[in-house]
């Protein structure tokens, strides 16, 4: 009989307990929920990862709080990708603003992507010069070009800038080089992609107003004064590129997003149809 009566106050405590812990961990999403309301997330998950880690054992709240910070998630998601829509159509209007500033070479047979030019630097413009010409993509990847024109060949591969202080910037060795001759004369060009050029395009963009002298580096090296045009060439090209990667930047971090977006309302509907399951 004694037993039995020791047996039936342990079960009522241990039921009292569980009660208890439910109720503190269901206040703590009380306060969580509250937060998320009022737009705080970071307090709302503060106070949901604390009903975990203190309350492992309350089930059904810790149910509901994953719930919850679904929830939280979802709508910073949300919120992020209202932001950088808004970003992305200031960023555009930008470009907008700026576009006739520059020449479009695309042809719509064979090409998907365009290469915006400075008007000053366009090929028709520039026979038999030799000269760094800059351009980018619509999707904002700028490159330089290294052009030698001239009676014989240096096969050159590298680029180097250098300012008045002595400082300079040299390229790789290119991985893009075309060679021809036309009409005796001999041409040869050398792509380098901003990111693989050795930092030479910003060194460029900051001595932009100091005299610059440009090295064609190869078998022999040819040497030259870049010109005012030039240094305009490339600081329009640079700054429009700044714009045009920035813009694809805020679209992949925008699918991203969205792509968040649906994985945790997958999540949730899965809650949902469990929490819709009657217990037996």
């Not at 290294?146 to 790789?172: L, M, Q, W």
């Not at 580096?217 to 429009?240: C, F, H, W």
């Amino acid at each position: 009989m004694k037993r039995t009566i020791i047996g039936v106050c342990a079960a009522l405590l241990l039921a009292s307990c569980g009660e208890n812990v439910e109720k503190k961990a269901s206040e703590k999403l009380a306060v969580a929920r509250t937060a998320f309301e009022q737009g705080d997330f970071n307090a709302a998950k503060t106070e949901i990862d604390s009903i975990k880690l203190l309350y492992p054992k309350a089930f059904e709240a810790r149910h509901a709080a994953n719930r919850l910070m679904l929830e939280v998630e979802k709508k910073e998601q949300e919120l992020s990708v209202m932001y950088l829509d808004s970003l992305l159509q200031t960023k555009q209007q930008e470009v907008e603003a700026i576009r006739k500033n520059y020449t479009l070479e695309k042809n719509a047979e064979y090409q998907q992507v365009g290469n915006y030019f400075w008007p000053t630097q366009t090929v028709e413009k520039n026979l038999h010069r030799s000269y760094l010409r800059f351009q980018v993509s619509e999707q904002g990847t700028m490159s330089m070009t290294s052009i030698y024109c001239g009676g014989s060949n240096i096969h050159h591969t590298r680029v180097k800038v250098t300012a008045p202080d002595g400082t300079f910037a040299e390229t790789p060795v290119s991985r893009d080089i075309y060679e021809t001759t036309d009409l005796g004369e001999k041409i040869e060009k050398a792509d380098f992609k901003l990111g693989a050029d050795g930092d030479v395009l910003s060194f460029l963009y900051i001595n932009q107003s100091k005299p610059l002298k440009v090295e064609l580096l190869g078998d022999r090296n040819y040497t030259m004064t870049m010109p005012a045009s030039d240094k305009q060439a490339l600081v329009g090209i640079y700054e429009l590129a700044q714009l045009l990667s920035s813009i694809e930047k805020i679209k992949k971090e925008k699918e991203e997003a969205n792509l968040k977006i649906q994985f945790v309302i997958r999540r949730l509907d899965k809650h949902i149809q469990e929490d819709s399951i009657p217990e037996n």
